[in-house]
């Protein structure tokens, strides 16, 4: 009888440490999450200094106006190349993926400093990380299922990207500005929604342990929050930017 009791006795204490390790491993992979984005951000915005204050950089960028086409469609590639191929490929190419990412997009990202001023790019990229740290601590912490919510805002991405597309051959200044501002709320929402969704995931599959698929499902959130972040910055930046 004893015998039987302490086995019994026996299983909260494993359930206890399945729990604590299980614990461990999301909050290992969520540090990753903020982590990696914030190296990508870091990366992104060397890259995008460095290239600015390089002349020949400058000049081949600007030079010809396929280049810069060329970069779009790279980066292009490479998003769709991490997100559609995450599960094919290793981590240690994924994440190679997300650097060159974030090195690419500095190299677009350089011709902000040729039409606004220094001051106005720092002042918004500290609003926009105020912004995003409140949206992903909403997301992180709020009881409500943001799903239906992400629903709707990732239609209306989608909106605004072809009325981006279309504006291309319109060159509407009432469209660029409406695109923006309601870009502005879809990328604060999203922040948010992104923030649980990859919350979610990560409490789901950490009871796994660490290994490669949640690693790599942790590097897909980092990249989530950082195009995120990117979009909502330059969205910002043409509202609150002073130009040169």
Not at 48 to 64: G, T
Not at 69 to 84: K, S
Not at 169 to 194: E, K, Q
Not at 207 to 216: E, V
Request: proline share 0%.
């Amino acid at each position: 009888m004893s015998t039987f009791f302490n086995r019994n006795n026996d299983v909260p204490e494993l359930n206890t440490r399945y729990d604590a390790s299980a614990d461990a491993t999301f909050s290992a992979l969520l540090r990753n999450v903020y982590m990696w984005m914030s190296m990508a951000l870091v990366i992104t915005a060397f890259t995008s200094m460095y290239v600015a204050n390089s002349e020949y950089a400058i000049n081949l960028l600007f030079s010809n106006s396929k280049t810069i086409l060329i970069l779009v469609l790279v980066q292009l590639g490479l998003a769709m190349g991490l997100t559609f191929c995450l599960n094919k490929i290793s981590f240690l190419l994924a994440s190679t993926l997300f650097a060159l990412y974030s090195v690419v997009t500095g190299i677009t990202l350089s011709s902000i400093f040729f039409v606004y001023t220094g001051e106005s790019i720092v002042s918004t990229f500290f609003i926009t990380a105020g912004t995003f740290a409140a949206m992903s601590l909403y997301g992180f912490f709020t009881k409500k299922d943001l799903s239906k919510l992400g629903q709707i805002l990732i239609m209306g991405l989608i909106g605004i990207i072809l009325a981006s597309v279309v504006n291309i051959f319109m060159h509407s200044s009432r469209i660029t500005w409406i695109t923006t501002y309601v870009g502005v709320v879809i990328f604060v929402g999203l922040t948010a929604y992104d923030t649980q969704r990859i919350k979610n995931l990560l409490a789901e599959y950490s009871s796994q342990g660490i290994n490669d698929s949640n690693l790599k499902l942790a590097l897909m959130g980092s990249f989530m929050l950082y195009l995120d972040f990117i979009n909502l910055f330059i969205k910002l930046l043409r509202i609150l930017g002073k130009k040169e």
